[in-house]
Structures are given as C-alpha cells and as structure tokens.
C-alpha cells in the first residue's frame, strides 16, 4: 500500500512463565511493529508486584536501553504496540492499561474495535465510573470490575459478554493471562510455545523472532487462561459464524505470519497469480510498491511470465517528516519515500502491482513518478478489490467519502490515475484463495455488507471513528 492510510490498531503480546519474560516480549513487539508504531508498553508482575513503562514511539525509542527492560522485572508480561492518532492526548491512551481493583492489579492489551463502546461507556458514566483514556479499552476493565464474581477469570468472561465487536485482547493478572477473542474473530491471535513458557501474540513472527513454536490459534469465542497449572480454555460467549479480517491477508499481517490456520505468503503469492489470470497484459516487466505488494507481485510475475523487477525503491530510514501543503504538491511526500529505478524503467511497459488503494492521491504521485523515469506504459493492477466501505472492526480507514473506490468508477480512477490500464482483483478471486470457505472472511470493506451490525450516529456510519474519542462525536 500506497498510503498510510490505513492502519491496523494494534498488536499484542504475552508470555507466562520465563525470567525474562520482558525481554522476550521486548522482541515480540519489535516483530509486530507493522501493527502500530505511534506508541509501545510492556507491563510485567513479579511475584505480584507490577512493573511499567510504556510510551509515544516505536519499540526502541520507549524501550532505548538495557535498563528500560530489566527494570521490568518478573515472569509474567504482556505488550501492546498501538496505532493512534498523533498529539499529546494520545498519551493517556498508551496501552497495555492497568488498573488494581479488589486489591489486586489487571493490566490488558487489545487489538480490535468494540461496535457498542459508546451506548457502554454512557452506561457506565452515569453509574459513576471514573475513565482515564478515551479509548475503548479501558471499558472491558470497567466491565471486568464490576462483576460480582470472585475470580479474575469470571470478572473478565462477564465484560466479554458484554462487549460487542471485534478483539484480541491479552489479559495480565498477579499469577495469569488471560487471552481471549471475540466469537467472529475478526483479528488472530496466536498460541505459542517458548521452551516450558506460554507466548500469545497477534502474529506469529512474534515467535519466531524468540525461537517460540506456534501451537495453534486462539479460537474464536475462546478465552484462554494461562497459570503455572497450565492452559484452561473458557467458552462464555455465545456462537457466531466467523468473520477473520481478509484484510489481515491483503495487506496488515507480515508474509512470513501464519494467520488464520494459513502461510501469509502463500496466499499473497496466490492473490498475485489470480490478478494475473483475471487481468492479463502485455509488457515488459512487473513492479510491486514496496514493500507489502511485494509478494503479491512475485505471484503476478509466477502467473503471466513476466520479469519481476525492482523498480522502485523504498526508503527504510523515514520517520515522521514535516512536509508543508505546497512541498506535498510538488509530490515531496512520495519521493522523501519511494525513488524510481530509471534504468529499470525507461523505455518498458510496466505493470505496477499494488495491495489496495485508497483514497488515490499517493497512487496517482507515483505513477507520475514512474512516467518521469521513461516508463513507456504504465498498467496499474490491485490484488483485491476497490475499499467502498469503512471498517468498524479495528482497522483504522477513511471515511467513505475519502474512499477512491467508492465515489469512482474503474474506468474514472484509471483516468484519474493517468495509467493505460487499471484492473483490480474480483470479490470471488480473492476469496477463493484461502483454503478456508468464504464465509469464513469478513470483507466488509469490499462489498459493504457488514457481519454484525455497524454503528451509527445521528443515522451515519462512524467508520472508523468508531475507535476513536468520544468527545469527537
Ligand atoms: S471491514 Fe475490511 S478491514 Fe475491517 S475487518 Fe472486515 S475485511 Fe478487515
């Protein structure tokens, strides 16, 4: 993808039972930094006492030293790597949270959106409840609190089953996690094996990066508690059809993730074949936009038989850069990003293969670039389908009226792209590629046909604001 613009929330990690259990979740997040790099945290309990230290950035800015990790003490950790919007009041939204209740400490990390956070957090507010954050999260730990029941694992079923929408969500207790997902299981969340430690995390490069051994997924509906006794699995909520996040597939998870009970890669390389099949063309060589259409292309390149070149490359090393309104008009934005390979690319016909587009604007900068460096054609093909909706279920999207792919034709954004060609991937191309029937998918985003009814304000769609603060509704 083009564009930062659409952004996973979150990525989560936990590790029961290891002396160095903040180290290991230190690197956990560090392989599911693509899930979220505005802030990081990582809470640890060591024989009931609780260490944290979270913060704005990536992993190794909040984390910049030994010391910021061995004084996370304790066997029990878990971690949380957040997208957000910029500005100082995201701050107080920096997960994991922790509270103590009853005398005792429960911190959580959450990958997802809840769909009935706002009619909950009023319902609370008027009982009385004191929030710290503005986000989502901190309800489930409102909901957990005020359970009559006596243990930690009761407390957290009765929020879930209050809870509408989608999480992944990672729970630290004085002697447990607890890690759960909701019954359509819209986001992963992995089950893995460090050595005699339990490893839970949203994607399993996480334990790869510590040499961990992928178990199995954590079930949709299933909430999963962790003790020194060992694993006990809790089913409390009520049945549903699932609905993985195909998205997760397109363009979130990192290829070399198994996701859903499947190889990222595998399916990527797939889609790349399938755009191929449905929209042949003839040129010289094929690009992908790097990184993440990467794979993808090399499907494209398997499929049609045409050179695989590197014909763009990324810059790795850009962070957050000021570009003023008049240097993004003269295209600065792309090009502090992305530089063109002219020797690649002069005088050949070049089909450019990209995951998504979204709202356009990066897309049609780049093929402008492409041009500039001697391409005699440019065919531009998508490995999914246009985005003509919003999403509701932790994915963080423009709002339908950004949306390229729902206010213009193909043939209008081909125009609007100045590309000889645009095709994008079928609704059923991309669904046949899982092994899994497609009902098991949500592709909402696609087709605009919701799993679970999508909240609305003064009879509009949220969108994505659904995750976002209260007070901006
Ligand atoms: S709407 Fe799109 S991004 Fe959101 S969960 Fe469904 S497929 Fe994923």
Redesign the pocket.
């Known amino acids: 993808m083009l564009e930062a613009a ?1 952004h996973d929330k979150c990525g989560v990690f936990g590790i029961f039972g290891h002396s160095k259990a903040a180290e290991l979740a230190y690197f956990g997040l560090y392989a599911l930094q693509h899930r979220g790099q505005e802030s990081a945290g990582i809470v640890t309990c060591d024989k009931g006492r609780i260490h944290l230290n979270k913060g704005m950035g990536q992993v190794p800015e909040v984390f910049p030293d030994k010391d910021s990790i061995e004084r996370l003490t304790g066997d029990i950790a878990i971690g949380h790597t957040r997208y957000s919007t910029t500005g100082a009041s995201s701050l107080i939204n920096i997960q994991p949270f922790l509270i103590t209740n009853r005398n005792r400490s429960v911190a959580v990390a959450h990958n997802g959106n809840l769909t009935n956070s706002i009619e909950l957090r009023a319902k609370l507010d008027a009982q009385g409840a004191i929030f710290q954050t503005t986000s989502d999260t901190e309800i489930i730990l409102h909901l957990a609190a005020k359970s009559k029941k006596r243990k930690r694992i009761d407390q957290v079923c009765d929020a879930l089953k209050t809870i509408k929408g ?1 999480f992944s969500l990672v729970f630290l207790t004085e002697d447990s996690i607890i890690a759960a997902r909701d019954s359509y299981g ?2 992963p969340l992995a089950l893995g094996k460090y050595g005699r430690s339990w490893v839970v995390a949203s994607e399993t490069c996480a334990f790869d990066i510590i040499g961990a051994k992928y178990v199995r997924d954590v079930e949709p509906g299933e909430v999963l508690e962790i003790t020194k006794r060992g694993l006990t699995s809790h089913f409390p909520l009520k049945k549903t059809n699932s ?1 993985f ?4 597939y397109i363009y979130f998870s990192r290829p070399d993730s198994r996701v859903f009970g499947e190889n990222v890669d595998k399916i990527r390389r797939r889609l790349g074949r399938q755009l191929a099949r449905e929209h042949p063309v003839e040129a010289d060589i094929v690009i992908g936009i790097p990184d993440s259409a990467n794979t993808a292309t090399l499907g494209f390149a398997e499929e049609s038989g045409i050179k695989f070149e590197i014909g763009l490359i990324r810059n790795h090393y850009v962070g957050r850069t000021f570009i003023d309104p008049e240097q993004k008009i003269r295209d600065l934005d792309v090009k502090v990003k992305f530089n063109p390979v002219v020797g690649v690319l002069r005088g050949r016909r070049v089909v450019v293969v990209d995951d998504s587009i979204v709202r356009g604007t990066t897309s049609k900068k780049l093929v402008k670039m492409i041009r500039e460096a001697g391409a005699k054609e440019v065919h531009f093909r998508v490995s999914s389908p246009p ?1 003509i ?7 963080d ?1 423009p709002t339908r009226k950004e949306l390229i792919g729902a206010n213009k034709s193909v043939a209008e954004i081909e125009k609007y792209l100045e590309v000889d060609s645009l095709r994008y991937l079928s609704l059923e191309g991309m669904l046949s590629m899982s092994a899994l029937p497609d009902t098991t ?6 087709s605009g046909k ?2 679970i009814k999508v909240p609305k304000i003064n009879g509009k769609e949220r969108g994505h604001l659904a995750n976002a603060t209260v007070t901006k509704f």
Request: aromatic share 26%; glycine share 4%.
């Open positions: 659409i989608a819209f986001r609905a996040c195909i998205f997760e985005i909706s919003p999403c509701f279920f932790g994915i999207m998918f949500c592709s909402s985003c696609f919701y799993p």
